[in-house]
T-cell receptor, first 113, second 117 residues
Framework: DTAVSQTPKYLVTQMGNDKSIKCEQN?????MYWYKQDSKKFLKIMFS???????INETVPNRFSPKSPDKAHLNLHINSLELGDSAVYFC????????????FGSGTRLTVV | AQTVTQSQPEMSVQEAETVTLSCTYD???????LFWYKQPPSRQMILVIR??????QNATENRFSVNFQKAAKSFSLKISDSQLGDTAMYFC??????????????FGKGTKLSVIP
């Protein structure tokens, strides 16, 4: 059983489109995260939810909107996609507090053409 | 602000040899947790080892061990008996245990390690 699963694994789309990435965890964790990994492999946090409540909202364009219907799911919706949005997006989860680190999904490679 | 610095963008090591990856960090907090994550070509982020800042004893996990120097804010990773499967990007990271920074896992920029047959 996959602990943190993201879908899709690959996403190729045209500029201006709207797309969503879904994430689900079956670990019973309270907290979920979205990270962006750029072309230089740098990982930067975008959002964090604890029990469906937004606790981290880093400086990302308003076109990015997270949604957490319950504590096992955290989806990422992106409007009006731009070339610069091309990256790998990782979902992760952890207990609260996350003293043992995060468990990551396998990532979604988004390519905007 | 919390920062993590990995000064070696790329390293290589012969199979079966030992290699050490460097990491320094900066924080004004005294209690935190440090981690090394591995990202092989498969892209999966895998936790390699964890260290609690209030413990002086260095963590070890099989062939992986750390050298934690709290005063110097240094947290290096040693890989012994390197194997081809160790080829990956390695990320140093930490979390402030008090909740400062909202428990954000802050990463360094990574070190690309290649194990040569």
């Amino acid at each position: 059983d996959t602990a943190v699963s993201q879908t899709p694994k690959y996403l190729v789309t045209q500029m201006g489109n709207d797309k969503s990435i879904k994430c689900e965890q079956n670990l019973g964790h309270d907290t979920m995260y979205w990270y962006k990994q750029d072309s230089k492999k740098f990982l930067k946090i975008m959002f964090s939810y604890n029990n469906k409540e937004l606790i981290i909202n880093e400086t990302v364009p308003n076109r990015f909107s997270p949604k957490s219907p319950d504590k096992a799911h955290l989806n990422l919706h992106i409007n009006s996609l731009e070339l610069g949005d091309s990256a790998v997006y990782f979902c992760a989860s952890s207990p609260f507090p996350p003293n043992y680190g995060y468990t990551f999904g396998s990532g979604t490679r988004l390519t905007v053409v | 602000a919390q920062t993590v610095t990995q000064s070696q963008p790329e390293m290589s090591v012969q199979e079966a040899e030992t290699v050490t990856l460097s990491c320094t960090y900066d924080t004004s907090e005294s209690n935190y947790y440090l981690f090394w994550y591995k990202q092989p070509p498969s892209r999966q982020m895998i936790l390699v080892i964890r260290q609690e800042a209030y413990k002086q004893q260095n963590a070890t996990e099989n062939r992986f061990s750390v050298n934690f120097q709290k005063a110097a804010k240094s947290f290096s990773l040693k890989i012994s008996d390197s194997q081809l499967g160790d080829t990956a990007m390695y990320f140093c990271a930490f979390i402030i245990s008090s909740g400062a920074g909202s428990y954000q896992l802050t990463f360094g920029k990574g070190t690309k390690l290649s194990v040569i047959p």
